[in-house]
């Protein structure tokens, strides 16, 4: 009996704790993935494990959606397939790096050496082929969530204010007001 109620009461102790850590604890629950796949059962196979592990998910089965949720919804991670129809992953990757630095995992078939260079090249943070290990997948989402929970509170990420005009240095990203601003 005695054991259950330490495993509580560091449950609580633990809960307590990141309550009052500032700043807050990271908590999978406030994190967002966008997962980019094409393949139905594969796309809902993940998003039912990733929600299992306390993560919003918002699922596009092509390029051109990927990039517009990316845009509107601002996710903490990009999960991205690279054979996709209408703008290949690659694409994606290659756009979204000129106007965003959110994490990048690639999940895809294509193995040669090359594709995985070319992936991580271009700004994707992790490449994992098909198929592969949900249990070593979800480690590498939750390693890539710490080093961007670690770089948004390092002291070079800062908001300027002046006006209307809100800029995030280390987002590289812009409003007016409400609305957020495209730069070059």
Same mark, same amino acid.
């Given at each position: ?13 633990? +809960? ?55 845009? +509107? ?25 000129? *106007? +965003? ?34 249990? *070593? ?26 006006? *209307? ?12 007001? *409400? ?6």
């Amino acid at each position: 009996m005695k054991p259950q109620r330490d495993v509580r009461t560091f449950s609580v102790l633990r +809960s307590a704790l990141c309550a009052l850590r500032s700043p807050p604890c990271y908590n999978p629950l406030m994190a967002t993935i966008l997962l980019v796949e094409d393949e139905a059962v594969l796309a809902e196979t993940l998003r039912y494990n990733f929600q299992r592990e306390g993560y919003e998910v918002l699922v596009a089965s092509d390029g051109v959606q990927a990039l517009d949720l990316a845009r +509107s919804e601002h996710p903490d991670l990009m999960v991205l397939d690279v054979m996709l129809p209408r703008l290949d992953g690659f694409s994606v990757c290659r756009m979204l790096r000129r *106007e +965003s630095n959110m994490p990048i995992l690639m999940l895809t078939a294509r193995q040669d050496e090359t594709d995985r260079i070319g992936g991580l090249e271009l700004g994707a943070d992790d490449y994992v082929v098909k198929p592969f290990s949900l249990g *070593e997948l979800l480690a590498r989402i939750r390693a890539i969530m710490r080093r961007g929970r670690h770089e948004a509170q390092s002291p070079e990420r800062e908001m300027l204010r002046g006006g *209307e005009i809100t800029l995030d240095t280390g987002s590289r990203r812009a409003w007016r007001g *409400e609305e957020e601003l495209m730069l070059a």
